[in-house]
């Protein structure tokens, strides 16, 4: 019984952690994703370096998710290319 006390309360802290990613649009641009990166340089720095930080910006009158870094490892995989999600 205790184990699974446990794993519901890991499920729920793992759960909780992660946020949705907010639709891009006019109100949120220029903001940066993962949230924390508006708030902590060193937030931002990190997530730059593993080249999951992407910004809110309007390209070809459409508001989209752009990544503003490539982790130099995920080139060799080919798993983030030029392609914006």
């Given amino acids: 019984m205790q184990y699974v006390a446990l794993i519901a309360l890991f499920w729920s802290a793992c759960s ?3 946020a949705e990613k907010p639709v891009c649009s006019g109100r949120n641009t220029g903001l940066f994703w993962p949230e924390e990166a508006n708030v902590s340089k060193d937030a931002a720095r990190k997530l730059y ?6 910004l809110c ?3 070809k009158g459409k508001y989209r998710w752009q990544h503003i870094s490539v982790n ?3 080139l060799s995989k080919g ?3 030029s392609t914006s999600r």
């Fill in 49 to 54: 370096q593993t080249g999951e930080l992407e």
């Fill in 79 to 81: 798993q983030r290319g």
């Fill in 16 to 18: 909780s952690q992660q």
């Fill in 72 to 74: 130099v490892h995920d």
């Fill in 57 to 59: 910006s309007q390209v």
